[in-house]
């Protein structure tokens, strides 16, 4: 799979140092690296936030008034809450520091042709096969700040599908983004999600129709630019009755000098029946923050499925979370990360039961090697009086070697006696026998530990599609080079 | 003592608060090398700080009972373990407005073996905790932590543990686990958290919180028994694999 080389080329390539950088023309560090020409912006905001930065995000986009007042409360909140000191360590994030609007072109394009040239170049030396882009339905690739390239299937269209950016989607169904943006993870539900409430930019908007239930899945590209540019992607999917969608994200940048910061927010709504996978493979460049809120509420007899592998990053917080609202509906979370040399994955999932009879199911797998710590933390909430429910927590780590390290933070909170609830974890290393044996089959040492990894992440990699699989598998390979010695 | 390290704790304490002006008080034991003893201690009201010493391959069994009822009470554990040293820490907890114990386990030198084993029953408007702390300082050590608790009406318990396993304490084998029975309005609260920093070790945890099992409880009332005997009889078994872990002579 092509693909795969463009995320190795992400990690693995030194990228020297950029020259001093001039507005509005931004030298790109991946084009400079592949000999290609300078990205013009449009627009980049100073680097730094205040309201003025704020305004002048919404100005540009030309956004509805709410829109633009709910940007500045957010910015408020932002302003009033100090930073979270509960997990990992943020002390080196600079706000001020950080561009927080980049616009490489002025419309959204329509078709691939539309496409800047520059831009495209890059996408190409990311290897996303020609052919993908064609036939994959709604390949949506988030350039910087913005969607500058998206196309949907016209199939999905007559299915009355939206697949579309958040701002697009803003413009163009307004009355369905009001509805439900920040209703699921409203700006004052923690520090980061109020910074991405005031200054997003980008991200997916799906709406998927009553018993509509759409075969392909939807993917979106996500990748991170400039020097101190932080992206701050919205993405709201809303799955009414009976419906069913996947969604894929994938995120890959190059490596930068400055440490970059990664705030999304991802709100899911599933409806009575419905059900909604959300498959990410994160792999940032090893010096970007990344903070991601991500919440679904699910309503009676819904399904919620999030897949979310993390490989790459400084720091990576993350922890989706569903929120079963209604009678029979199902939650699960499986969670996957690999921490190598001076990374921190703090990654997990939560588990809220607001209602009776609902199930949740949360596993997480981790690997650390070198100064790589992996730590799980999550929640199970049983209020009283949700009789009924079920909820099954799995995690397991992998040490390398010895020096990294893993934690486990689990918090089960049940105040209901009429539940089924278990959690187990192990910690522990690749068995002598282990390796032993398949060392005695003819594999080199090196091989064997790749190979005992690899089946130790098999129950969440099986759940990733295929194309994916194949580059996560060859993503570990890569980690796991020089691991033995 | 300064500063006791214990464990992480939920964010909201769901424990009523201790009363101002407790009696406090602290006990010190060493147990000099090679000896075997046993520390029986009752639970009284008030704060009680206990430091343990156990000397190079010495053995120390501590049972903290409640016999009678007590209103408020904190047991605050230290327990130091030399080489080889082996310490056993059995709860027999029952009662109370809020009884807590709180176990901080140091397996300082090599060959060290801690267990920790609890029984807690709760009824009434009763609450308790168990935090226990161990910290693997050493290679070759190991720590094996089991608690039990049965919660009926509005009664609480919060069961938190915290194993630490330092970079050099490899060939560590550790294990918590937490097991609550709920019944009627109770609440228990599971905070069973790891921090490994060696590689070769072996470190895991679990736990269950649920009720009695309707299957088992079904047989036993199919042979007659009504449901208060069945379920009573299911809690019995519930603490037999608590007891089949103590010292013969505590029993």
Redesign the interface.
Known sequence: MDRSAGFRACAKQKIPMPAATKQPVINDIASQQFGADPIAYSFMSKPGLSERVVKEISHYKNEPEWMRAQRLRALKIFDSKPMPTWGADLSDIDFQSIYYYLRPTDKVAKTWDDVPDSIRKTYDRLGIPQAERKYLAGVMAQYESEAVYHSLKSQLEKLGVIFLDMDTALKKHPDIVKKYFGTVIPAGDNKLAALNSAVWSGGSFVYVPSGVRVEIPLQAYFRINAERAGQFERTLIVAEEGSYVHYVEGCTAPIYTANSLHAAVVEIIVKKGARVRYTTVQNWSKNVYNLVTKRTYVYEEGTMEWVDGNFGSKVTMKYPSVYLLGKGAKGDVLSLAFAGAGQHQDAGGKAIHGAPYTSSKIVSKSVSKESGRTSYRGMVFIP?GMKGCKSTVICD?L???????????????????????????????IGENQLFYLMSRGLSQAEAMSMVVSGFIEPIAKEIPLEYAVEMNRLIEMEMEGSVG | MSTFLTTPRPKKDPLRPYPENLAAQTMKHNVPAGEEVVIPIKLVSGFVDIDVQVAEAAHATVILQVKNRVDFSRVQLHGILKKDAKFHLVGDISGGQRIEVKAWIELRESGSEAKVSGMFTGAGAEHQGMHVLMEHMAPSTRGDIFLRGVYKEESRGVFTGLIRVAKDAQQTNSYFKDDVLLFDDALAESLPTLEILANDVKASHGSTTGRVDDEQLFYLMSRGLSKGQASDMLVSGFFEKVRERLPKSSV
């Open positions: 009283h780590a040490l390398l070697d010895e020096h990294s390290r893993s934690d486990t933070y689990p918090t089960m909170d049940i105040r209901e006696s009429d539940t089924q609830i278990t959690h187990e974890a192990t910690v522990g290393k």
